[in-house]
């Protein structure tokens, strides 16, 4: 397995740098994967985002429905693609340490 | 051309392997072990020698192919896909590629070619519209198959198809969802619906004993198609069926079936039967999915193990639909639906599984007169999404290959004008969700089971 | 020589012939048919998926329908192949006298000879062009030629060969042979009750080709022929429906 390090700590990710354990996920990772995602900073609309993801991940052990992510984010899609430009199923989940999904998506 | 100027999905890591219990096969034993699993297959498969045997290079699948209309290249031409293999069968198994391989056009094996496999048999969809259009019926889907569960034994797949047969072991399910993530999303569709179709109830029943229904949808729809779940569930409602998903196969897709048809997919039949029994479900009923249900209507009787459980029928929900509509026991209203629509028939569903004539009732029953406008060419002859066979890679190569691998179905939904396109199959969706946006096509992706749910009307 | 290509050579020709398309037969029939591929829309019983093979066989009908230049130059050149296949079978048997056999009545022998002379020659010329048009194409076509191997580019040769013989035979009377000849060396061949080759050297240049051809056909793509059949028994077989309805729902199907 890869790692990276950042802020001197070793993360385990995978083939997509997606972090393995969602349990190790701290700030410098959501900055750090942020900047590969072409996002310059993490704002307010971001950070409401990437904690629903991570509370939702912590509650059900699954990204939840866009549909859901949206609705009750309240944040519309398509302003989800113009914060996370590779979209909330990919780049959101990314920064917020969940898997990346697999299967048709 | 050597390994990295070849296009190929982002390979599954060493670990990924180990994690199904794998272990990759070094490079100075694959050829060995490739050839010895040719030698198996050949021996066991008679789709596989037929296509190795039969071909006369005619040329007649290259224009049938959209992965050769969209990148042009000869190795895309089925019957030059299939030579990738057919050479080195003729050379190791066929007495004139013993005897005369260069004029026969016979190969040794060797780690380029493998590479070469593992570049071209992912970027063919299995979509079968080649064996359509063969003189000799040829199914180089077949091939393709086989290329892929050879590389899978020797540790090549994509990291795609790897990290979704994990999931499958560990879940049931394509996309990792748990038992509580499955609930959790269908609550808030039972909302969803309430709010929006005036306070109708739609309840969803999760591992529901004695049930008499297993319905089996799309992982996928838990995150991207809520209203394929929306139409099941409403009409599962309307006719008062008493039915269940179950949180241990919440997929109707198989992935399996397009990596490795020995132990993943098979692991989704025993699933399937198991729970089916374990609710005591009468019928088993297919969400929108085109592989997999392929992988289910027309696997499941040769792969099941359990001759009891061999025995419940399984349908898809067109089916059903398709059955109650001719019946006339559904009350729908098309003027919900009033747009101009198109169908793309999903591969598996229009040329594997007979589903050209029964999408067409439903649509015909769910829109206005005059609003499904079809697309051409289409039932069996359709082209593929581009993404059939779950080549949904993201990786930036390969994702241009999509947008060229598609470019053959963004034509043809661009001459009909339509503005909504009703494509029944998950990774028919997963595929065009992206490419309408790369094509600028003015439509939007639907299901056809959320057209009808969209059209039922429920009085009281 | 002569010895060797008229009383040697043609015994094993035909039995490589026989026995290697019954060895490549043989091997197909080992590896199972494990899953039902069938292509829909399904037929729904044998005897419905038995006719559209036949249908398939008897017009190409793919490839008129998805190629249609193809079709062209493929239909005719077997179509050609195949009556003169029977042709040369019956007019060596009948001395040309195969369709006065078959209609005494109404054809008479002189007919039958006239028929068989004109049938023979247009049908031959049909194969010749045919073939040529397939060679054009398989060397014009960027994509055919792509996936073209020199043995796809022999067999055509080999074909044009023995066509172009065949019809410079049939078209220069200083050239032909008749029937007889050929049919009392032919009937010295099935009798094992030896009789020389006809003193003709295009006849020999033919007739070592044809041997050469059926030499090859079973180590060669030729077995198509045959494949046709047992790849179309895989993807062309009936399926049956399960039955719609929904058991324990509120709504039935049938009260």
Known sequence: ?105 | ?460 | MSLFLGQILPYIAAVVFISGVTWRIWRWMIPRIVHNITLSPFPGSWSKAIVWILWQFATFWNLLKFDRPLWLGAWFMHIALFLMLGGHVMAFYTVGLQFHVMAPGIITAEMSLAMSDWIGTILGLIFLVALLYLLGRRLANEQVRAISSSSDYLHLFLLIGIATVGNIMRLFPEYHLGYAPVREYLAGLFLFNPVPLPDHSLFLIKYTLVMILMIIFPFSKLMHSFGFFWERWIVNRPYTEPARGLPGARLQLHK
């Open chain 1, 1 to 105: 397995m890869a790692f990276v390090e950042i802020e001197g700590k070793q993360v385990e990710v995978d083939e997509d740098g997606f972090m393995v354990d969602p349990a190790e996920w701290f700030e410098g990772w959501a900055h750090h994967i942020a900047k590969q995602e072409g996002i310059e900073e993490l704002t307010e609309r971001h950070w409401h985002v990437v904690n629903f993801l991570k509370d939702y991940y912590a509650k059900t052990g699954i990204a939840p429905m866009i549909r859901k992510l949206c609705k009750e984010s309240g944040i519309p899609l398509k302003e989800m693609y113009e914060l996370f430009p590779t979209g909330p199923a990919k780049g959101a989940c990314k920064i917020a340490g969940l898997p990346k999904p697999t299967g048709c998506v």
């Open chain 2, 1 to 460: 051309m050597s390994a990295n100027e070849l296009r190929q999905p982002k390979r599954a890591s060493a670990a990924l392997f180990k994690k199904l219990g794998m272990d990759l096969v070094p490079d100075n034993e694959k050829v060995a072990a490739a050839i010895g699993h040719i030698d198996d297959f050949r021996l066991k498969v008679r789709s596989f020698v037929m296509a190795m045997e039969t071909c006369v290079k005619c040329g007649a699948c290259a224009e049938a192919c959209h992965t050769y209309l969209g990148t042009r290249d000869p190795n895309n031409i089925p019957a030059g896909r299939v030579d990738l293999i057919r050479k080195v069968y003729k050379r190791y198994f066929t007495v004139q590629g013993q005897l005369f391989p260069g004029l026969v056009g016979a190969q040794d094996l060797d780690l380029e070619t493998i590479e070469k496999w593992y570049s071209y048999f992912y970027q063919c969809s299995e979509c079968r519209r080649c064996a359509h259009v063969c003189p000799f019926g040829i199914d180089t889907a077949e091939v393709t198959f086989i290329a892929r569960q050879i590389l899978y034994w020797l540790g090549i797949a994509p990291q795609l198809h790897t990290a979704t047969a994990d999931a499958i072991l560990r879940t049931g399910n394509h996309m990792g969802l748990t038992k509580a993530g499955i609930i959790d999303t269908l609550e808030f569709l039972s909302e969803e619906i309430e709010e929006e179709y005036d306070g109708l109830k739609v309840d969803f029943p999760v591992d529901k004993p004695d049930s008499d229904i297993l319905y089996v949808p799309s992982s996928a729809d838990f995150m991207l198609n809520p209203r394929t779940l929306f139409g099941a569930g409403q009409f599962f409602k309307y006719v008062g069926a008493n039915w269940t998903i179950s949180s241990e196969i919440t997929e109707a897709g198989n992935f399996g079936y397009l990596s490795d048809q020995t132990r993943i997919q098979r692991e989704m039949v025993t699933r399937l039967l198991a729970e089916a029994k374990k609710y005591g479900c009468k019928k088993i009923v297919w969400g929108e999915c085109g592989h997999g249900w392929r992988a289910a209507k027309m696997y499941v009787p040769t792969l099941a193990d359990l001759v009891a459980v061999k025995q419940i029928p399984i349908t898809h929900i067109h089916d059903e639909v398709e059955a109650y509509i001719k019946a006339g026991l559904l009350e729908l209203d098309p003027k919900r639906n009033d747009s101009k629509i198109t169908l793309h028939d999903p591969c598996n569903y229009a040329r594997a599984c007979g589903h050209a004539d029964n999408m067409r009732t439903i649509m015909n029953a769910v829109v206005p007169k005059g609003a499904f406008v079809e697309m051409t060419p289409n039932r069996e002859a359709n082209f593929c999404c581009g993404g059939g066979s779950g080549i949904l890679f993201d990786d930036p190569g390969m994702y241009q290959f999509r947008i060229e691998a598609s470019n053959k179905k963004a034509e043809q939904v661009r001459e009909t004008g339509a503005e909504i396109l009703c494509a029944p199959c998950s990774i028919c969706k997963a595929q065009l969700y992206p490419m309408v946006k790369e094509h600028k096509l003015p439509v939007e992706v639907f299901g056809l089971i959320d057209l009808v749910g969209h059209a039922l009307v429920f009085r009281e």
